[in-house]
């Protein structure tokens, strides 16, 4: 199925078309009013630059004017191969369908709404028919049904016209036009940029983003530029004012070669204070006892240190270099 964009915002087509794989542009003059656009032939030749097929408008009271208008295009300096003229569906505009078809040129019939309509532009042998589903559907009409029809009449009669899928308004549109085999369809961006997205997508794309960071990134490479480190001499009330500034949960303990001594973590705090009340804040780290921390090597990988907090159960594991000596501190919440 072909894909189309539908829009007259220059920024939103040429990030579009950046993606490589669409087929063309749909645009019309109440786009291009809308967004301000007052020279309208200098925005068809900088359009049929950056789409490798542009359908535009051929406008007029008759298929003579019409057949004029389009040769009139052309002769801007667009592509005959590459430009697609739209016609409002009329008996005039089949008219010049035919006309146009017979030179050679390429020609949507569009603002469909029946599939009389429809029929009639395939019989002028239309490149393309084009329903309007989204405003079929505000008039309370089944415009799936009238794709359908249109779909199951060109290829059951061999018309080579293909039914394109227009006015859509959502991402559900693009599904119907998949499942009722339309040949091409026509989207805004804002719903094209949305064709590609899926909460479970996220989430799985999120997970493997975060496994191979684990199997190809060592610890130092994630640690913080802080190594919250304390001497064994300092005051409890210096240690929790430097665990603050540091902006960790805890604060590592050195020996006066720089070694590891142990970890004070704010847990540790709560535990001792409802044990030993505000007096316990008087006290230097050196007067506490400490288990052996939790450490790993600064050139470990870093699932490594996710497999170190799963089988502790600690938020925070001091991260060392091969003496031994405190570089920094990972926290769980930095995988």
């Excluded at 089949?94 to 599939?115: D, E, F, I, P, W």
């Excluded at 532009?121 to 490149?127: K, N």
């Excluded at 006290?283 to 996710?306: M, V």
């Amino acid at each position: 199925m072909e894909l189309y964009l539908d829009s007259a915002n220059l920024q939103e087509i040429e990030e579009a078309f950046q993606t490589g794989f669409l087929t063309g542009l749909t645009t019309t003059p109440t786009f291009m009013q809308k967004e301000g656009i007052t020279d309208i032939d200098a925005t068809i030749v900088k359009l049929s630059k950056i789409a490798p097929i542009l359908q535009i408008e051929a406008l007029g009271n008759t298929a003579e004017e019409i057949l004029a208008e389009a040769e009139r295009q052309i002769h801007l300096g667009l592509d005959p191969k590459k430009t697609v003229f739209k016609i409002p569906v009329s008996m005039e505009g089949v008219r010049a369908c035919k006309m146009l078809r017979n030179k050679g040129y390429l020609v949507n019939v569009h603002l469909v709404y029946t599939l009389q309509q429809a029929y009639m532009a395939m019989q002028a042998g239309a490149t393309y028919v084009c329903p309007l589903v989204g405003r079929l559907q505000d008039q309370g009409h089944d415009a799936l049904a009238l794709i359908e029809q249109c779909v199951k009449a060109a290829n059951y009669y061999g018309y080579p016209t293909k039914i394109m899928f227009s006015s859509v308004r959502h991402t559900e549109h693009v599904r119907n036009a998949i499942n009722l085999g339309a040949h091409t369809i026509t989207v805004p961006w804002k719903v094209m940029k949305q064709l590609t997205e899926n909460n479970l997508t996220t989430l799985g794309t999120e997970q493997f983003i975060v496994d191979t960071k684990l199997m190809t990134k060592r610890v130092k490479e994630v640690i913080r530029p802080v190594n919250p480190v304390v001497s064994a001499n300092t005051k409890l009330t210096d240690a929790i004012i430097k665990m603050t500034e540091y902006g960790f949960g805890a604060i590592t303990i050195v020996n006066e070669n720089d070694t590891v001594k142990g970890i004070f973590t704010d847990g540790d705090l709560r535990r001792y204070i409802m044990k030993e009340g505000s007096k316990f804040l008087e006290k230097k780290l050196s007067d506490l006892s400490f288990k052996s921390p939790y450490t790993i090597n600064t050139n470990a990988l870093l699932n490594d240190a996710y497999q170190l907090f799963k089988k502790t159960n600690v938020d925070t594991i001091i991260v060392v270099d091969d003496n031994y000596k405190a570089v920094g501190m990972i926290d769980i919440q930095d995988i």
